[in-house]
């Protein structure tokens, strides 16, 4: 029921987990480089409305707290799911993740879409076209975590007991931990000092 | 095994104090502007650091990652940092 048994299947189970953190890594430097571009392009109004004019706290409060309630709910699921406990409570968690990431979307989607109803699209400002890569990149990171997590889910109730579902779920848990992270720095440099 | 339940509730708790000192600063606006960003800044590092440390195991163990973080926070301070340099040095010569 619980986790790899031989040493050979462990240091594999490593060696891709590291792998993984390889990619995590040069996707940090990917988004390192688009919040470059975001503060360069940012002064770059063209006349057109800044995100003092468009942002809304209590939209940006609520999608931080579902994203942030999702890194707990994954770390329990991964935590559940490494000690043997039930698959129902291992997919419980899975589930509930799933949903917070899928309303954090949700929101998102529904405030860039406010945005270019009202003439505030990506193509208005240099500040916009780099605000809508610098969060819509983020976004397309959460929709491939969303997938990902679908299909585990799937994995978890066909195979419950296999070592190779849980080291995905492990996987799983770090892209989802990183693209918090990432979050971090979209509200701290791009929302909040324009709420001031 | 508690350890570990410990563990994430800890970095979780940071995490949301981390992330509503900000958020309350700014709809409060009890702070100067400056001051304000500051804290911002501050609260987002560390945030980051709590997420590494409790979540992602940075410290704790996985002594590759932290080398491998390390490594990659030095070429993108190198590159984001030279991008800011770059384009803010031409923005002067400009002169804008």
Known sequence: MTMLSDTQTRSKESESDFGFWLYLMSDAILFGLIFATFVVMSPNLAGGPGGRDLFDLANLTLQTGLLLASSLTIALAHHTAANGRSIAATVFWMVLTALLGAGFLVLELRELAQFVSAGAGPQRSGYLSAFFTLVGTHGLHVAAGLIWIGTLIVQFMLRPASPAVLSRLARLTLFWHFLDIVWIGVFSLVYLPELI | ?96
Request: net charge positive; charged share 10%; aromatic share 12%.
């Open chain 2, 1 to 96: 095994m508690m350890r570990d339940h410990a563990t994430i509730f800890t970095g979780f708790a940071l995490a949301v104090l981390l992330t509503a000192i900000p958020f309350a600063c700014v709809a409060g606006a009890w702070l100067s502007r400056d001051a304000t960003l500051w804290l911002i800044g501050l609260c987002a590092i560390a945030q980051i650091a709590v997420h590494l440390h409790f979540f992602l195991g940075i410290g704790r163990r996985h002594r590759e990652r932290a080398g491998s973080l390390a490594f990659t926070m030095v070429v993108a301070f190198i590159m984001v940092g030279g991008t800011i340099w770059v384009m803010a040095n031409l923005n002067w010569r400009m002169g804008y």
